[in-house]
C-alpha cells in the first residue's frame, strides 16, 4: 500500500561540512589569488560530460578559474582536452582524502554540478549538491530532473541545460552579485532540511510511530 512507502532523501553532515573562510596558504599555493573559483570535486567518469564543461570554458569569462579535483575513467581525456585548448584558467589536481575536501570546496565559490543530458538522470540526485550547500557555495548545476527540482525550490543556484554550451555560459555569468547572495541564502535553506539528523529523526519516526 502507498502509505507504507516512505522516501528518505540523501543528506550532508552538517558537523563536517560548513561555511569558513579560504585556506591562504592553499590559495596561494594553487595560484588561485583573486580569482573566483568554480570547482568540480568528484568522479570524473563517463556520465559527468567534463569533456563538454572543459571545450566550454574556451568561451567562459577570464575571471572565472575552474578547479577539477578528483579521476575517474575520462580523467586523462579531459586532462588532454584542457592541454589541446591551452586553457590556463584550469587546475586538476589529484583526488584528495575524504577528511580534506572541506577545505577544498571552502577554496571555490561556485559548485560545478554537471551531468551529460539523458533521460537516465532524471532521477539522480548528486550528493555533492548538499556538501557544496551546507558551504554556501552556490550550485551551477547541468541535472535535470528531481535535482533540478531541488535547486529550483531552494533557489541554491542556476541550472543549466546539459550539454548545451551558450546556457551554460549564460548561467555561469549570471551567477554575480545580488544573484549569488540569493543562492547563498538558498544554501542556508536547504541544508535546513536536508540535515543528515533531520532527515535520520524523520526515519525514525516513520519506522517507530507510523
Same mark, same amino acid.
Given at each position: 500500500?502507498? !502509505?507504507?512507502?516512505?522516501?528518505?532523501?540523501? =543528506?550532508?553532515?552538517?558537523?563536517?561540512?560548513?561555511? =569558513?573562510?579560504?585556506?591562504?596558504?592553499?590559495? !596561494?599555493?594553487? /595560484?588561485?589569488?583573486?580569482?573566483?573559483?568554480? =570547482?568540480?570535486?568528484?568522479?570524473?567518469?563517463?556520465?559527468?560530460? &567534463?569533456?563538454?564543461?572543459?571545450?566550454?570554458?574556451? !568561451?567562459?569569462?577570464?575571471?572565472?578559474?575552474?578547479?577539477?579535483?578528483?579521476?575517474?575513467?575520462?580523467?586523462?581525456?579531459?586532462?588532454?582536452? !584542457?592541454?589541446?585548448?591551452?586553457?590556463?584558467?584550469?587546475?586538476?589536481?589529484?583526488?584528495?582524502?575524504?577528511?580534506?575536501?572541506?577545505?577544498?570546496?571552502?577554496?571555490?565559490?561556485?559548485?560545478?554540478?554537471? &551531468?551529460?543530458?539523458?533521460?537516465?538522470?532524471?532521477?539522480?540526485?548528486?550528493? #555533492?549538491?548538499?556538501?557544496?550547500?551546507?558551504?554556501?557555495?552556490?550550485?551551477?548545476?547541468?541535472?535535470?530532473?528531481?535535482?533540478?527540482?531541488?535547486?529550483?525550490?531552494?533557489?541554491?543556484?542556476?541550472?543549466?541545460?546539459?550539454?548545451?554550451?551558450?546556457?551554460?555560459?549564460?548561467?555561469?555569468?549570471?551567477?554575480?552579485?545580488?544573484?549569488?547572495?540569493?543562492?547563498?541564502? /538558498?544554501?542556508?535553506?536547504?541544508? #535546513?532540511?536536508?540535515?543528515?539528523?533531520?532527515?535520520?529523526?524523520?526515519?525514525?519516526?516513520?519506522?517507530?510511530?507510523?
Amino acid at each position: 500500500p502507498e !502509505k507504507k512507502i516512505h522516501v528518505i532523501k540523501n =543528506g550532508v553532515h552538517l558537523d563536517a561540512f560548513a561555511p =569558513g573562510p579560504k585556506d591562504p596558504d592553499l590559495i !596561494k599555493s594553487l /595560484g588561485l589569488e583573486g580569482k573566483k573559483v568554480v =570547482g568540480y570535486i568528484g568522479t570524473h567518469g563517463m556520465a559527468h560530460s &567534463l569533456d563538454f564543461i572543459m571545450k566550454s570554458i574556451a !568561451k567562459a569569462p577570464v575571471n572565472f578559474h575552474f578547479l577539477f579535483i578528483g579521476d575517474g575513467a575520462e580523467k586523462e581525456n579531459v586532462r588532454q582536452i !584542457k592541454e589541446d585548448l591551452n586553457l590556463q584558467n584550469v587546475t586538476m589536481l589529484d583526488p584528495v582524502p575524504k577528511s580534506e575536501i572541506g577545505k577544498y570546496i571552502l577554496l571555490t565559490d561556485i559548485a560545478l554540478v554537471p &551531468l551529460r543530458k539523458s533521460d537516465t538522470f532524471k532521477t539522480v540526485i548528486p550528493s #555533492k549538491i548538499f556538501e557544496n550547500a551546507a558551504m554556501e557555495k552556490p550550485i551551477l548545476l547541468g541535472v535535470e530532473g528531481e535535482a533540478k527540482g531541488i535547486i529550483d525550490q531552494y533557489g541554491a543556484g542556476l541550472c543549466f541545460e546539459p550539454e548545451n554550451e551558450a546556457d551554460f555560459l549564460h548561467q555561469l555569468e549570471r551567477l554575480d552579485g545580488e544573484t549569488y547572495q540569493r543562492c547563498q541564502a /538558498g544554501c542556508r535553506a536547504l541544508v #535546513k532540511d536536508f540535515d543528515r539528523k533531520v532527515l535520520a529523526d524523520k526515519m525514525l519516526k516513520v519506522l517507530f510511530i507510523n
